[in-house]
């Protein structure tokens, strides 16, 4: 099983990102991805998720109107797409898969909003 972030970086606030999560050694279509982040000296906090079946989304508060959740299952990969960031969005973003008792998790991609 693998579950890979990719597409972190340095950004000015304002700008936009777009994290890739690929995976591959499971069903991915089966599985409810979510991303999270942890921010320096903080804990860990749900971003967005995406359900299995329908492909319905949710968000953080913090988040909503400026990221986009999305899935592609015939690639096997979530994305998180970031608009109007800000340094507060600073933090190791994380993917997740979950579906029955498993429960899968990336090493994580470093976004610094910072001028």
């Known amino acids: 099983v693998q579950v890979v972030e990719s597409g972190g970086g340095l950004v000015q606030p304002g700008g936009s990102l777009t994290l890739s999560c690929a995976a591959s050694?499971?069903?991915?279509?089966?599985?409810?991805m979510t991303w999270y982040r942890q921010p320096p000296g903080k804990e860990r906090e749900l971003v967005a998720g995406?359900?299995?079946?329908?492909?319905?989304?949710n968000y953080a508060d913090s988040v909503k109107g400026r990221f986009t959740i999305s899935r592609d299952n015939a690639k096997n990969t979530v994305y998180l797409q970031m608009n109007t960031l800000k340094p507060e969005d600073t933090a190791v973003y994380y993917c997740?898969?979950?579906?029955?008792?498993?429960?899968?998790w990336g090493q994580g991609t470093q976004v610094t909003v910072s001028s």
């Open positions: 995406i359900t299995a079946v329908g492909g319905i989304t």
């Open positions: 997740n898969a979950r579906g029955g008792p498993a429960n899968y």
């Open positions: 050694g499971f069903t991915f279509s089966a599985y409810r």
